[in-house]
Structure formats: structure tokens, C-alpha cells
T-cell receptor, first 113, second 113 residues
């Protein structure tokens, strides 16, 4: 089955700087890659997603890039703010998301004031 | 927020007892999912459903069963709970392949003593 590796497990950045979280996946048939943000004690919330026919997607301060050849995708957060502090999860799916997601183990992003 | 209600929100029970968790949605979505979240493991798929009475196993299905008799309800049952099933359980829903992403409920914290 699919395996998703996520790095780093903890990332500390200064407020206003950029943060980058990287994920690799094992199954070349994967075609859907969402990113979730989870605050302590809360539900995971979708922040951005990308499908395999697209190389990059942006939404305000958040962007995701996908390299299908290398089987990796990354989350980029610019101009980080205190409210960006959370755990971020990447995920991959073969069936466009319908048959369930395989998640990475998460990155704890800490924004230093 | 997606109309997803999980019940109960918290439960403490003893090893060997049966436990049923309920996920109720008001979005009329076709797909529903059960995940468990444990420290160091991220979220892992237990079972999912692609329609009434249509279900399939996920990555960590041993010890769990599911049922979906109505579009809006997806039940997760632990026939004989074990301490290794202590976890936070999340339900998610989706409109389907290539259409809508998965959105999560607030979770059920289950402790098995």
C-alpha cells in the first residue's frame, strides 16, 4: 500500500519568515494530495489540496508544489503568523481521495514571536 | 463547517466490552470514513463506506467492524475492546472521487482501561 513520509517532525521559525514542510509518497498511482492543519484538541482542517495534473497551487500565503517524477510534494507558508502554529499533515490517495487517505506523521510548526 | 456529528465525544470503558461510535452527517455525502489518531502515527484509515451497505477495509481494520444502513449514519464497532484501541477516532465525509475533499468531525476520545 501507499506510504507517506513527512519531514521535519518539528519546525520552529521566526514570525514573518517562511516555513516549508516536505512529503514523499511511494505509490506512483497516487493522484490526490491534501494538506490538513490541526490545532491542539481540534479536528484536522483542510487548508489546501492538489491533484496530479497540477504542479503548483496557491491560496494567499499558502502554496503546495508537486513533483510527480520524484514523488514528493511540499507545503510552503509565507509571512508566518502566530496563528499558523499547529500540527500539519500531508496525505496521499490513489483514488482521488474517495478510497481514503494515507497520512504522514505530521509536522509541529512553532512560530516564534 | 461540514455537518458532521460524532457521538459520544468521550468514552471510558473496560477491556472486553463492546463499544459503538456513531458518525452522523447532514450533507448527503456518499463517502464516509473512520480514522484513528495516535501519537507518532498520524491518522490511519480503519474502514470506509462508498454507499449504503457498501464498506471496505482500511490500513488498520483488525478488531473493528462498521455498518452503514442509512446515508447519514456510519457506525464503528469494537466487538471486544482492547487497551491498544485507546485512541482518538475521527469520522470524515466526502462527496466522492475527484469532486470534494474529505472533511472531519470533532472526534471521539476513547479510553479502554
Amino acid at each position: 500500500g501507499e506510504n507517506v513520509e513527512q519531514h521535519p517532525s518539528t519546525l520552529s521559525v521566526q514570525e514573518g519568515d517562511s516555513a516549508v514542510i516536505k512529503c514523499t509518497y511511494s505509490d506512483s498511482a497516487s493522484n490526490y494530495f491534501p494538506w490538513y492543519k490541526q490545532e491542539l484538541g481540534k479536528r484536522p482542517q483542510l487548508i489546501i489540496d492538489i491533484r496530479s495534473n497540477v504542479g503548483e497551487k496557491k491560496d494567499q500565503r499558502i502554496a503546495v508544489t508537486l513533483n510527480k517524477t520524484a514523488k514528493h510534494f511540499s507545503l510552503h507558508i509565507t509571512e508566518t503568523q502566530p496563528e499558523d502554529s499547529a500540527v500539519y499533515f500531508c496525505a496521499a490517495s490513489i483514488g482521488g481521495g474517495a478510497d481514503g487517505l494515507t497520512f504522514g506523521k505530521g509536522t509541529h510548526l512553532i512560530i516564534q514571536p | 463547517d461540514a455537518g458532521i456529528t460524532q457521538s459520544p465525544r468521550h468514552k471510558v470503558t473496560e477491556t472486553g466490552t463492546p463499544v459503538t461510535l456513531r458518525c452522523h452527517q447532514t450533507e448527503n455525502h456518499r463517502y464516509m470514513y473512520w480514522y484513528r489518531q495516535d501519537p507518532g502515527h498520524g491518522l490511519r484509515l480503519i474502514h470506509y463506506s462508498y454507499g449504503v451497505k457498501d464498506t471496505d477495509k482500511g490500513e488498520v481494520s483488525d478488531g473493528y467492524s462498521v455498518s452503514r444502513s442509512k446515508t447519514e449514519d456510519f457506525l464503528l464497532t469494537l466487538e471486544s475492546a482492547t487497551s491498544s484501541q485507546t485512541s482518538v477516532y475521527f469520522c470524515a465525509i466526502s462527496g466522492g472521487q475527484g469532486t470534494q475533499p474529505q472533511h472531519f468531525g470533532d472526534g471521539t476520545r476513547l479510553s479502554i482501561l
